[in-house]
């Protein structure tokens, strides 16, 4: 079973800054493709970043030039780098893995993120 921890998560004021962290129990080159999902109150969830196993990025246009997606290899850890926090920001954010063998998708219990002076 793949286990998908996120940490990181807080309380932080516009402007600020948070790096989010995703630990896998697997080795991070057996899945296709990871990312960070978010999901607001009343709102559905959406993609924030996803990073392929080729190194390629996706992100969101909410949040390009303020989040950096990257991962540790030698950890088996994704993270997610934030900056210039708003307060549309504010949302649980949750880890995600593909596997393109099982083609299944795998989500952490996710981390609380609040934007807020």
């Known amino acids: 079973q793949v286990q998908l921890v996120e940490s990181g998560g807080g309380l932080v004021q516009p402007g600020g800054s948070l790096r989010l962290s995703c630990a896998t129990s697997?080795?991070?080159?057996?899945?296709?493709?990871m990312g960070w999902y978010r999901q607001a109150p009343g709102k559905q969830r959406e993609m924030v970043a996803t990073?392929?196993?080729?190194?390629?990025?996706n992100y969101a246009d909410s949040v390009k030039g303020r989040f950096t997606i990257s991962r540790n290899n030698a950890k088996n850890t994704v993270h997610l780098q934030m900056s210039s926090l708003k307060p549309e920001d504010t949302a649980t954010y949750y880890c995600?893995?593909?596997?393109?063998?099982?083609?299944?998708?795998?989500w952490g219990q996710g981390t609380q993120v609040t934007v807020s002076s």
């Open positions: 995600n893995a593909y596997s393109s063998t099982t083609h299944q998708n795998y």
């Open positions: 697997r080795i991070i080159f057996s899945f296709a493709a």
């Open positions: 990073l392929t196993s080729s190194g390629n990025t």
